[in-house]
Nanobody
Framework: QVRLVESGGGLVQAGGSLRLSCAASGSIFIPSTMGWYRQGPGKQRELVARVSSEGSTNYADSVKGRFTISRDNAKNTVYLQMNSLKPEDTAVYYC?????????WGQGTQVTVSS
């Protein structure tokens, strides 16, 4: 069974930075896509960024230029470097990994940005 373990969330002031990590385990295969989604208070879950196994990336318009996604295929780990954080980035951030047979989610990590 695939398991995703996230780390790196926390409380930061506006303008600060955080780095999220998500490690996938339980499969000999690497995910075709790994990414981060977030769900703010009273909002639907939305895509933040994702990266393919070849390194192609997609970002939500709201985070372009501030967030950077990367992955280490040897470690089955995806990272999200978040800079210039804003209060509207406050949310629970979820890691997502897509395999040929299914997609999996992490348990979520809270990111809170104070003004």
């Amino acid at each position: 069974q695939v398991r995703l373990v996230e780390s790196g969330g926390g409380l930061v002031q506006a303008g600060g930075s955080l780095r999220l990590s998500c490690a996938a385990s339980g499969s000999i295969f690497i995910p075709s896509t790994m990414g981060w989604y977030r769900q703010g208070p009273g909002k639907q879950r939305e895509l933040v960024a994702r990266v393919s196994s070849e390194g192609s990336t997609n970002y939500a318009d709201s985070v372009k230029g501030r967030f950077t996604i990367s992955r280490d295929n040897a470690k089955n780990t995806v990272y999200l470097q978040m800079n210039s954080l804003k209060p509207e980035d406050t949310a629970v951030y979820y890691c997502n990994a897509v395999y040929s047979w299914n997609a999996y989610w992490g348990q979520g990590t809270q990111v809170t940005v104070s003004s």
